[in-house]
């Protein structure tokens, strides 16, 4: 398997090189410009056979792609921000139609005001649709991730689409030692695609886009909850056979020196490789600290994140965006929920950091750990929720 240097965004076109869907519609938005402008570049340069149409839009290029998947196609796309909001008059759609679309996002910050840096509220934005996301940590995992989605959202028992993420230019834009496959076996790999209910398959004739009511359109939206549900073992199953056959194996959360942590620290994305730093400097002091990399926000591993946690006395939950609703952000919420009915469970304090691309640092996430040290010491927190890193 060749080394090669990338950045998150060419990662993540080089997999779409390699997967050579049949369709990509997109629009461009900056920090995912790149993704969609360098595989055109394949396109034009006939690297690949796939169509690919450039609309007016992020909401045209989302309706392009459900009529391309609609019609059999296997379809990927890209966009980020106020692109993932212009395409979520769709995305709902596209889940409930079963097309297993795959999504490059860039995760970006939401206007206003406006701004290009990173954030997670974009893609929280959206993370009721029906659609499976994935954070990656870093390049290596944005193309892995990619590949790994194409059989996840194309395996029969899930059939939904699915968004792999990346942090706005600090993985996007930042270059790294990748660990590529060849193309052999990225074909070998995702497989052939076999479409499903095609509206060009003229023996079995369906119908697409119907009026439906209250007599069916809460028994249609049961599919979508059932295939959420399935799609957990299909991600644990293709994370294992990823890492069988190419060294790498993922799952829904990843756990770092959490066995006999009494304190952890809970994000995503990119966060997790600064905190593994801390983590690995406060162990060689003798504190007993860990990481949960949450991997997977959709489908929720809630029950992976109990038992992570169930020994630990205070947890930190990092989130990149929130929900202005006084209760701080959404994986806070889905972890407070999630261990409610735990008689044994940990302390918590939310730390809404890094809006708009502000960053956090070692010495930040020092200074969380010794918040968290004094919290499992006394068994109560300073400050439930707190936006971290706020100047007063």
Not at 156 to 166: D, E, F, I, N, S
Not at 229 to 250: Q, W
Not at 272 to 296: F, M, P, Q, W, Y
Request: glycine share 8%; proline share 4%.
């Amino acid at each position: 398997m060749p080394i090669i240097a990338k950045t998150g965004n060419e990662a993540m076109a080089e997999a779409m090189r390699q997967i050579d869907p049949d369709v990509v519609a997109a629009y461009p938005i900056t920090p995912a410009t790149e993704v969609v402008m360098i595989f055109s570049g394949f396109v034009a340069d006939g690297l690949v056979d796939t169509e690919f149409v450039a609309v007016e839009s992020e909401h045209s290029a989302m309706s392009a792609c459900v009529g391309a998947a609609s019609a059999g196609c296997r379809v990927m796309t890209g966009t980020s921000s106020q692109g993932l909001q212009l395409m979520s008059e769709i995305l709902p759609i596209a889940s409930a139609l079963r097309l297993p679309i795959v999504l490059c996002e860039v995760n970006r910050a939401l206007s206003g005001p406006i701004n290009i840096h990173c954030d997670h509220s974009d893609t929280m934005a959206v993370r009721d649709f029906g659609w499976i996301q994935i954070f990656s940590e870093n390049a290596q995992e944005a193309y892995d991730n990619i590949l790994q989605l194409v059989r996840i959202t194309e395996d029969q028992k899930v059939r939904l689409p699915g968004m792999a993420t990346t942090d706005g230019f600090i993985i996007s834009h930042c270059m790294e030692k990748i660990d590529a496959l060849e193309d052999a076996e990225v074909k070998k790999y995702i497989g052939e695609f076999k479409a499903v209910n095609s509206t060009l398959d003229l023996g079995k004739p369906i119908t697409l886009g119907s009026l439906d009511l209250q007599d069916y359109y809460f028994e249609h939206k049961m599919p979508i909850v059932e295939a959420m549900a399935n799609a957990k073992d299909v991600i644990l199953e293709a994370g294992r056979d990823f890492g069988k056959r190419y060294g790498r194996e993922y799952g829904l959360i990843e756990e770092y020196r959490l066995d006999d942590a009494e304190i952890a620290l809970v994000a995503l994305g990119s966060t997790c490789g600064t905190a593994r730093v801390v983590v690995d400097e406060l162990r060689e002091k003798g504190i007993k600290v860990g990481l949960l990399k949450v991997r997977v926000f959709r489908p929720f591993p809630a029950r992976e994140i109990v038992k992570a946690l169930s020994k630990v006395k205070a947890a930190a939950v990092m989130d990149r965006s929130d929900m202005f609703s006084g209760q701080g952000g959404p994986l806070f919420a889905e972890i407070r929920s999630a261990l409610y009915e735990q008689k044994a469970r940990p302390v918590l304090t939310n730390y809404v950091y890094g809006l708009g691309g502000r960053e956090i640092s070692l010495e930040d996430i020092r200074a969380i750990f010794a918040e968290q040290q004094e919290a499992a010491k006394s068994g109560k927190v300073k400050q439930l929720i707190q936006h971290f890193g706020v100047r007063e």
